[in-house]
């Protein structure tokens, strides 16, 4: 079921992608897309597969919350974060942020022993991270490259006030 479930991942990533241009032709009043947003649309394509989805939930006997638990099956589940990063020339959204999108993986260890865990990143930046070299894309590309599954390639984006000119996703069975 792993490796149908990572195809599963790679579409619902693209849906969310899909989204996201969508939106950005819509005339957004927001400084950057919303990571909720990205998660509901993941959320969305996983309960038209009917799956049972839930945003926000808790991690096993904790407060602590995971951005979107998916089941399955009877014993089948995964449990999925999701975190943004930029790079952009003159443009800082939020100072600091940006450095921490890793923050949120040790938080994966908490999903039960035998669900996967799956990390996603969703990427804005003004060039394509593949053709220039930064610390940023450095940094995303030496993270657990043995288990990264998928990678959407940068894709022409546009959002307004903003030099953002491409998005781009990965995910991670870690």
């Known amino acids: 079921m792993t490796e149908q479930f990572r195809d599963e991942i790679k579409r619902a990533i693209e849906y969310a992608i899909a989204d996201l241009l969508e939106i950005s032709e819509n005339s957004p009043h927001e400084v950057l897309p919303k990571e909720g947003q990205f998660r509901s649309a993941m959320y969305a394509y996983f309960k038209h597969r009917g799956c049972a989805a839930h945003v926000e939930a808790d991690y096993p006997g904790t407060r602590k919350e995971c951005d979107l638990r998916v089941r399955w099956g009877p014993h089948e589940e995964a449990w999925i974060?999701?975190?943004?990063?930029?790079?952009?020339?003159?443009?800082v959204n939020k100072p600091g942020l940006s450095r921490l999108w890793e923050d949120d993986v040790p938080r994966l260890k908490?999903?039960?022993?035998?669900?996967?865990?799956?990390?996603?990143?969703?990427?804005?930046?003004?060039?394509?991270?593949?053709?220039?070299?930064?610390?940023?894309?450095?940094?995303?590309?030496?993270?657990?490259?043995?288990?990264?599954?998928?990678?959407?390639?940068?894709?022409?984006?546009?959002?307004?006030?903003?030099p953002i000119s491409k998005l781009q996703a990965w995910a991670w069975l870690l």
């Not at 999701?82 to 790079?87: A, I, P, Q």
């Not at 908490?110 to 593949?130: K, Q």
């Not at 599954?149 to 894709?155: E, F, N, T, V």
């Open 81 to 91: 974060e999701v975190k943004t990063v930029w790079h952009a020339k003159g443009w």
């Open 110 to 162: 908490m999903a039960p022993e035998n669900a996967l865990r799956v990390f996603v990143l969703r990427g804005f930046f003004d060039h394509d991270p593949a053709k220039r070299k930064t610390s940023v894309s450095e940094r995303i590309q030496g993270f657990h490259p043995d288990k990264r599954i998928y990678d959407s390639g940068a894709r022409d984006f546009h959002w307004p006030n903003s």
